[in-house]
Protein backbone atom coordinates (compact mmCIF):
# COMPACT_ATOMS: atom_id res chain seq x y z
CA UNK A 1 0.00 0.00 0.00
CA UNK A 2 2.30 3.07 -1.44
CA UNK A 3 1.55 6.18 0.17
CA UNK A 4 -0.60 7.83 -1.88
CA UNK A 5 -3.63 4.98 -0.83
CA UNK A 6 -3.53 5.54 2.44
CA UNK A 7 -5.34 8.65 3.09
CA UNK A 8 -8.88 6.38 3.78
CA UNK A 9 -7.55 4.20 5.83
CA UNK A 10 -8.73 3.73 9.55
CA UNK A 11 -5.43 2.47 10.85
CA UNK A 12 -7.37 1.45 14.49
CA UNK A 13 -9.50 -1.22 12.17
CA UNK A 14 -6.11 -2.33 9.83
CA UNK A 15 -4.26 -2.93 12.98
CA UNK A 16 -7.03 -5.08 14.17
CA UNK A 17 -6.85 -7.02 11.17
CA UNK A 18 -2.85 -7.10 10.91
CA UNK A 19 -1.81 -10.70 11.58
CA UNK A 20 1.38 -9.62 13.75
CA UNK A 21 2.59 -6.78 15.62
CA UNK A 22 5.32 -4.14 15.68
CA UNK A 23 8.28 -6.23 17.87
CA UNK A 24 8.76 -2.54 19.32
CA UNK A 25 6.99 0.41 19.98
CA UNK A 26 9.46 3.17 21.91
CA UNK A 27 11.44 3.82 17.96
CA UNK A 28 10.58 3.03 14.73
CA UNK A 29 12.26 0.60 13.35
CA UNK A 30 12.82 -1.00 9.50
CA UNK A 31 14.46 -3.31 7.57
CA UNK A 32 15.22 -6.42 10.32
CA UNK A 33 17.64 -8.62 9.42
CA UNK A 34 16.95 -11.52 11.53
CA UNK A 35 19.63 -14.40 13.09
CA UNK A 36 19.17 -16.80 15.39
CA UNK A 37 22.80 -16.96 17.21
CA UNK A 38 23.90 -19.07 20.33
CA UNK A 39 19.83 -20.23 21.10
CA UNK A 40 18.61 -16.14 20.84
CA UNK A 41 16.98 -13.80 17.68
CA UNK A 42 19.17 -11.00 16.82
CA UNK A 43 17.53 -8.54 14.67
CA UNK A 44 19.67 -6.02 13.22
CA UNK A 45 17.11 -3.52 11.76
CA UNK A 46 17.89 0.82 10.47
CA UNK A 47 16.81 2.85 13.24
CA UNK A 48 14.19 5.39 11.72
CA UNK A 49 14.03 9.16 12.91
CA UNK A 50 12.19 12.19 11.42
CA UNK A 51 14.66 14.80 10.66
CA UNK A 52 12.80 17.07 8.83
CA UNK A 53 14.10 15.63 4.83
CA UNK A 54 11.43 16.18 2.12
CA UNK A 55 10.12 12.94 0.82
CA UNK A 56 11.74 11.99 -2.72
CA UNK A 57 12.03 9.22 -4.94
CA UNK A 58 15.71 8.79 -4.09
CA UNK A 59 15.14 8.41 -0.65
CA UNK A 60 16.34 11.49 0.99
CA UNK A 61 13.77 11.38 3.83
CA UNK A 62 15.63 7.93 5.12
CA UNK A 63 18.03 9.84 6.89
CA UNK A 64 19.23 7.34 9.65
CA UNK A 65 21.84 7.80 11.54
CA UNK A 66 22.55 4.62 13.58
CA UNK A 67 21.81 1.38 14.42
CA UNK A 68 20.19 -0.30 17.52
CA UNK A 69 20.18 -4.19 18.26
CA UNK A 70 16.89 -6.31 19.14
CA UNK A 71 16.66 -9.79 20.43
CA UNK A 72 14.23 -12.00 21.43
CA UNK A 73 14.57 -15.11 23.65
CA UNK A 74 11.61 -16.65 21.03
CA UNK A 75 9.39 -15.54 18.59
CA UNK A 76 6.82 -15.53 20.94
CA UNK A 77 9.16 -13.18 23.96
CA UNK A 78 9.30 -9.65 24.57
CA UNK A 79 11.84 -7.68 22.34
CA UNK A 80 14.22 -5.85 24.03
CA UNK A 81 16.23 -2.79 22.44
CA UNK A 82 20.35 -3.07 23.89
CA UNK A 83 20.72 0.46 22.91
CA UNK A 84 22.61 2.37 20.66
CA UNK A 85 25.27 -0.26 18.59
CA UNK A 86 26.65 2.16 16.46
CA UNK A 87 26.47 5.67 15.09
CA UNK A 88 27.37 7.70 11.83
CA UNK A 89 29.97 9.76 13.65
CA UNK A 90 31.80 6.55 14.87
CA UNK A 91 32.43 6.09 10.63
CA UNK A 92 35.29 8.22 9.30
CA UNK A 93 34.59 7.75 5.77
CA UNK A 94 30.83 8.01 6.39
CA UNK A 95 28.62 11.05 5.91
CA UNK A 96 24.85 10.24 6.09
CA UNK A 97 22.37 7.46 5.58
CA UNK A 98 23.04 4.25 7.80
CA UNK A 99 20.09 1.99 5.64
CA UNK A 100 19.10 -1.02 6.00
CA UNK A 101 22.19 -3.25 7.86
CA UNK A 102 22.90 -7.19 8.33
CA UNK A 103 25.10 -9.34 10.69
CA UNK A 104 27.79 -12.39 10.53
CA UNK A 105 29.05 -14.47 13.41
CA UNK A 106 32.40 -16.26 12.95
CA UNK A 107 34.72 -17.05 15.76
CA UNK A 108 33.36 -15.21 18.44
CA UNK A 109 33.13 -12.29 16.69
CA UNK A 110 30.17 -10.09 15.81
CA UNK A 111 30.07 -8.27 12.28
CA UNK A 112 27.70 -5.61 11.78
CA UNK A 113 27.46 -4.61 7.95
CA UNK A 114 25.83 -1.36 6.85
CA UNK A 115 25.56 1.29 3.82
CA UNK A 116 25.90 4.62 4.29
CA UNK A 117 26.64 7.58 1.52
CA UNK A 118 29.89 9.12 1.82
CA UNK A 119 31.01 12.29 1.59
CA UNK A 120 31.03 12.72 -1.96
CA UNK A 121 27.36 11.53 -2.30
CA UNK A 122 28.12 7.65 -2.90
CA UNK A 123 26.59 4.79 -1.29
CA UNK A 124 29.39 2.06 0.42
CA UNK A 125 29.40 -1.14 2.10
CA UNK A 126 31.38 -0.88 5.79
CA UNK A 127 31.77 -3.31 8.04
CA UNK A 128 32.24 -2.68 12.29
CA UNK A 129 32.97 -5.50 14.65
CA UNK A 130 31.94 -6.40 18.10
CA UNK A 131 32.71 -9.25 20.94
CA UNK A 132 28.73 -9.45 21.48
CA UNK A 133 25.79 -9.86 19.37
CA UNK A 134 24.67 -6.37 20.42
CA UNK A 135 27.57 -4.53 20.25
CA UNK A 136 28.79 -1.82 20.44
CA UNK A 137 30.44 -2.12 17.68
CA UNK A 138 33.71 -0.91 15.93
CA UNK A 139 33.80 0.25 12.29
CA UNK A 140 37.04 -0.44 10.27
CA UNK A 141 38.29 2.77 9.08
CA UNK A 142 37.46 2.66 5.20
CA UNK A 143 34.25 1.44 3.81
CA UNK A 144 34.71 -2.91 1.91
CA UNK A 145 36.84 -2.22 -1.06
CA UNK A 146 34.79 -2.57 -4.45
CA UNK A 147 31.74 -2.19 -2.26
CA UNK A 148 28.96 0.07 -3.96
CA UNK A 149 25.36 0.42 -4.00
CA UNK A 150 22.99 -0.46 -0.67
CA UNK A 151 21.42 -3.57 1.38
CA UNK A 152 24.32 -5.45 2.43
CA UNK A 153 23.01 -9.31 2.89
CA UNK A 154 25.92 -11.51 4.31
CA UNK A 155 25.16 -15.40 4.00
CA UNK A 156 27.03 -18.10 5.67
CA UNK A 157 26.83 -21.55 3.96
CA UNK A 158 27.35 -24.71 5.21
CA UNK A 159 30.59 -25.60 4.27
CA UNK A 160 31.81 -22.44 6.35
CA UNK A 161 32.12 -19.91 2.98
CA UNK A 162 30.39 -16.77 3.49
CA UNK A 163 28.91 -14.74 0.82
CA UNK A 164 27.61 -11.21 0.69
CA UNK A 165 24.47 -9.67 -1.55
CA UNK A 166 23.70 -6.32 -2.31
CA UNK A 167 22.22 -3.70 -3.94
CA UNK A 168 19.24 -1.28 -4.75
CA UNK A 169 17.85 0.76 -7.85
CA UNK A 170 16.90 4.23 -7.37
CA UNK A 171 17.73 5.80 -4.45
CA UNK A 172 19.91 3.12 -4.11
CA UNK A 173 22.53 3.61 -7.04
CA UNK A 174 22.86 0.66 -8.36
CA UNK A 175 21.79 2.39 -11.73
CA UNK A 176 24.77 4.80 -11.77
CA UNK A 177 27.39 1.55 -11.44
CA UNK A 178 25.68 -0.09 -15.38
CA UNK A 179 29.49 0.55 -16.72
CA UNK A 180 31.79 -0.75 -14.00
CA UNK A 181 32.11 2.88 -12.15
CA UNK A 182 30.24 5.34 -10.81
CA UNK A 183 28.58 7.73 -13.31
CA UNK A 184 28.19 11.21 -11.46
CA UNK A 185 26.54 12.52 -14.77
CA UNK A 186 23.35 14.29 -14.10
CA UNK A 187 20.25 14.07 -13.66
CA UNK A 188 20.29 12.71 -10.61
CA UNK A 189 16.58 11.66 -10.76
CA UNK A 190 15.33 7.54 -9.56
CA UNK A 191 14.71 6.67 -13.25
CA UNK A 192 17.89 8.08 -15.04
CA UNK A 193 20.37 5.21 -16.57
CA UNK A 194 17.92 2.92 -16.03
CA UNK A 195 17.63 0.02 -18.88
CA UNK A 196 14.87 0.26 -20.76
CA UNK A 197 11.17 -1.67 -20.17
CA UNK A 198 12.51 -4.28 -22.87
CA UNK A 199 15.73 -4.80 -21.78
CA UNK A 200 17.20 -6.99 -19.25
CA UNK A 201 16.51 -5.56 -15.49
CA UNK A 202 19.24 -4.28 -13.54
CA UNK A 203 20.74 -7.36 -11.31
CA UNK A 204 21.64 -7.45 -7.87
CA UNK A 205 25.32 -8.69 -6.59
CA UNK A 206 27.25 -11.74 -5.03
CA UNK A 207 30.41 -11.43 -3.81
CA UNK A 208 32.29 -13.80 -1.61
CA UNK A 209 34.07 -12.63 1.79
CA UNK A 210 37.82 -13.34 2.94
CA UNK A 211 37.99 -15.53 5.64
CA UNK A 212 37.93 -12.41 8.42
CA UNK A 213 34.52 -11.08 6.76
CA UNK A 214 36.04 -7.86 6.49
CA UNK A 215 36.35 -7.21 2.41
CA UNK A 216 35.47 -8.96 -0.97
CA UNK A 217 37.48 -12.34 -1.66
CA UNK A 218 36.80 -11.48 -5.24
CA UNK A 219 35.41 -9.08 -7.62
CA UNK A 220 31.14 -8.64 -7.08
CA UNK A 221 29.41 -10.74 -9.29
CA UNK A 222 25.56 -10.01 -10.95
CA UNK A 223 23.43 -12.65 -10.15
CA UNK A 224 20.43 -13.63 -12.70
CA UNK A 225 17.21 -13.81 -12.13
CA UNK A 226 15.34 -15.52 -15.03
CA UNK A 227 11.81 -16.31 -15.67
CA UNK A 228 9.87 -19.52 -16.24
CA UNK A 229 11.94 -19.83 -19.43
CA UNK A 230 15.39 -19.05 -18.54
CA UNK A 231 15.37 -15.71 -20.05
CA UNK A 232 16.30 -12.55 -17.45
CA UNK A 233 13.24 -10.76 -16.05
CA UNK A 234 12.94 -7.47 -17.72
CA UNK A 235 12.79 -4.06 -16.39
CA UNK A 236 9.52 -3.36 -17.38
CA UNK A 237 8.38 -6.76 -15.49
CA UNK A 238 8.29 -4.23 -11.79
CA UNK A 239 5.87 -6.75 -10.31
CA UNK A 240 8.70 -9.67 -10.68
CA UNK A 241 12.57 -7.91 -11.24
CA UNK A 242 14.58 -6.98 -8.21
CA UNK A 243 14.76 -3.52 -6.61
CA UNK A 244 16.42 -3.43 -3.15
CA UNK A 245 16.53 -6.05 0.04
CA UNK A 246 18.63 -8.75 -1.47
CA UNK A 247 18.40 -11.89 0.87
CA UNK A 248 19.27 -15.63 0.80
CA UNK A 249 18.84 -18.51 2.34
CA UNK A 250 18.52 -22.02 2.04
CA UNK A 251 15.94 -25.10 2.29
CA UNK A 252 16.43 -28.43 1.42
CA UNK A 253 19.18 -27.66 -0.18
CA UNK A 254 18.01 -25.23 -2.45
CA UNK A 255 18.91 -21.44 -2.38
CA UNK A 256 16.50 -18.88 -2.12
CA UNK A 257 17.43 -15.62 -3.45
CA UNK A 258 14.19 -13.38 -1.79
CA UNK A 259 14.06 -9.21 -2.13
CA UNK A 260 12.07 -6.30 -3.06
CA UNK A 261 10.13 -4.93 -6.07
CA UNK A 262 10.15 -1.96 -4.60
CA UNK A 263 7.50 0.39 -6.43
CA UNK A 264 5.63 -2.88 -6.78
CA UNK A 265 5.74 -3.39 -3.08
CA UNK A 266 5.70 -7.05 -3.11
CA UNK A 267 8.85 -9.27 -1.28
CA UNK A 268 9.46 -12.09 -4.07
CA UNK A 269 12.01 -15.23 -4.29
CA UNK A 270 13.84 -17.23 -6.99
CA UNK A 271 15.39 -20.50 -6.44
CA UNK A 272 18.90 -21.82 -7.51
CA UNK A 273 21.50 -24.75 -6.75
CA UNK A 274 24.02 -22.60 -6.12
CA UNK A 275 24.91 -19.07 -3.88
CA UNK A 276 25.93 -18.06 -7.47
CA UNK A 277 22.73 -18.51 -9.21
CA UNK A 278 21.17 -18.28 -11.66
CA UNK A 279 18.13 -18.21 -9.87
CA UNK A 280 14.34 -18.87 -11.55
CA UNK A 281 11.59 -16.78 -10.50
CA UNK A 282 9.46 -18.67 -7.63
CA UNK A 283 6.81 -16.42 -6.60
CA UNK A 284 5.40 -13.99 -3.85
CA UNK A 285 6.38 -14.33 -0.18
CA UNK A 286 4.47 -10.89 0.83
CA UNK A 287 1.58 -8.89 -0.44
CA UNK A 288 1.80 -4.93 -0.44
CA UNK A 289 1.99 -3.58 3.31
CA UNK A 290 1.41 -0.08 4.39
CA UNK A 291 3.98 2.16 3.58
CA UNK A 292 6.13 2.51 0.34
CA UNK A 293 8.59 0.08 1.14
CA UNK A 294 8.74 -3.28 1.66
CA UNK A 295 11.76 -5.19 3.51
CA UNK A 296 12.56 -8.59 4.89
CA UNK A 297 15.09 -11.03 6.44
CA UNK A 298 13.91 -15.00 6.67
CA UNK A 299 15.18 -16.65 9.95
CA UNK A 300 14.74 -20.62 11.05
CA UNK A 301 14.28 -20.71 14.58
CA UNK A 302 13.90 -23.99 16.46
CA UNK A 303 12.95 -26.13 13.06
CA UNK A 304 10.36 -23.53 12.02
CA UNK A 305 10.99 -20.78 9.35
CA UNK A 306 10.09 -17.05 10.15
CA UNK A 307 9.81 -13.79 8.10
CA UNK A 308 11.03 -10.55 9.73
CA UNK A 309 9.63 -7.60 7.91
CA UNK A 310 8.03 -4.68 8.79
CA UNK A 311 4.83 -1.92 7.61
CA UNK A 312 4.25 1.88 8.76
CA UNK A 313 0.82 0.71 10.17
CA UNK A 314 2.04 2.10 13.70
CA UNK A 315 2.68 5.27 12.30
CA UNK A 316 -0.30 5.94 10.39
CA UNK A 317 1.33 5.61 6.93
CA UNK A 318 3.91 7.86 7.47
CA UNK A 319 6.67 5.76 4.92
CA UNK A 320 9.63 6.60 6.38
CA UNK A 321 8.12 5.46 9.99
CA UNK A 322 8.30 2.13 10.06
CA UNK A 323 7.84 -0.52 12.30
CA UNK A 324 9.31 -3.96 12.41
CA UNK A 325 7.17 -7.47 12.55
CA UNK A 326 7.46 -11.43 12.53
CA UNK A 327 5.14 -14.15 11.08
CA UNK A 328 5.69 -17.76 9.73
CA UNK A 329 6.64 -18.85 6.58
CA UNK A 330 4.98 -21.73 5.34
CA UNK A 331 6.85 -23.63 2.55
CA UNK A 332 4.31 -26.45 0.27
CA UNK A 333 5.86 -30.01 -0.19
CA UNK A 334 7.34 -29.09 -3.56
CA UNK A 335 9.67 -26.32 -1.74
CA UNK A 336 7.47 -23.29 -2.98
CA UNK A 337 6.38 -20.91 -0.29
CA UNK A 338 3.06 -20.09 0.80
CA UNK A 339 2.22 -16.09 -0.69
CA UNK A 340 1.42 -13.93 3.01
CA UNK A 341 -1.03 -11.82 3.40
CA UNK A 342 0.10 -9.15 5.68
CA UNK A 343 -3.42 -8.20 6.76
CA UNK A 344 -6.65 -10.30 7.06
CA UNK A 345 -9.67 -9.26 4.90
Known amino acids: MPEDSIDHIDFDELNKKAISQPLVKHIYTADPSAHYFNGKIYIYPSHDVDAGEAFDDLGSHFAMEDYHVISMKSVDSEAVDHGL ?106 TAHLPKDDEPALLPFVAKMTDDLLEFAEKPKEIQILDENGDLLLAGDNERRFFEAAW ?98
Request: include cysteine; charged fraction near 20%; glycine fraction near 10%.
Open 248 to 345: MHKYNGKYYFSYSTGDTHFICYAVGDNPYGPFTYGGRILNPVVGWTSHHSICEVEGKWYLFYHDSSLSKGVTHLRSIKVTEITYNDDGSIQTIDPYTK
Open 85 to 190: ALHVNDVDWAEKQMWAPDAAHKNGKYYLYFPAKGYDGIFRIGVAVSDSPMGPFKPQPEAIKNSFSIDPAVFEDEDGSYYMYFGGIWGGQLQRWRTGSFNAEEPESP
